[in-house]
């Protein structure tokens, strides 16, 4: 028959054993969890490239449906006269725009839109407050 001492140390075994055990799995369940977080945060980035390439391309679609506007605009008013002049304006503004959504994209007219701010930090900080006190008016009401 087993004495006190040996019952005592087969159950410290068992926890020792137990604990080892229960280190590994740990480990394991740790081990997966960062594997899955890695791939979780790939296919994130991957989806988040591919929609800034559709939203790329389609810019560059707007810009030149922009542009075509502007060309049948001017093409299709009358050439003098005060209708024909403002027409005229309109339709070369558009279609410059256009030129300028093609060429320049989403990624262009964010970096213009910071230098704009860096270069007029003041006038930059009273639009900003203007439109958030137009947008509280507008969501008020």
Do not use: W
Request: proline share 2%; glycine share 14%.
């Amino acid at each position: 028959m087993a004495t006190a001492s040996q019952k005592e140390r087969s159950m410290s075994e068992g926890i020792e054993n137990l604990g080892e055990s229960t280190k590994r799995t740990g480990s394991s369940m740790g081990e997966s969890a960062q594997d899955a977080g890695r791939k979780i945060g790939d296919q994130a980035k991957s989806f988040a490239s591919n929609i800034s390439e559709k939203a790329e391309n389609v810019t560059g679609s707007m810009g030149e449906c922009m542009e075509s506007f502007g060309e049948t605009m001017r093409d299709h008013l009358p050439k003098e006269g005060m209708i024909g002049n403002a027409g005229q304006a309109i339709g070369e503004k558009i279609e410059s725009g256009g030129r300028y959504l093609e060429e320049k994209g989403l990624k262009g007219i964010g970096q213009d839109v910071t230098d704009l701010i860096r270069t007029n930090p003041v006038p930059a900080l009273l639009v900003g407050i203007g439109l958030g006190f137009l947008l509280a008016k507008v969501m008020r009401s």
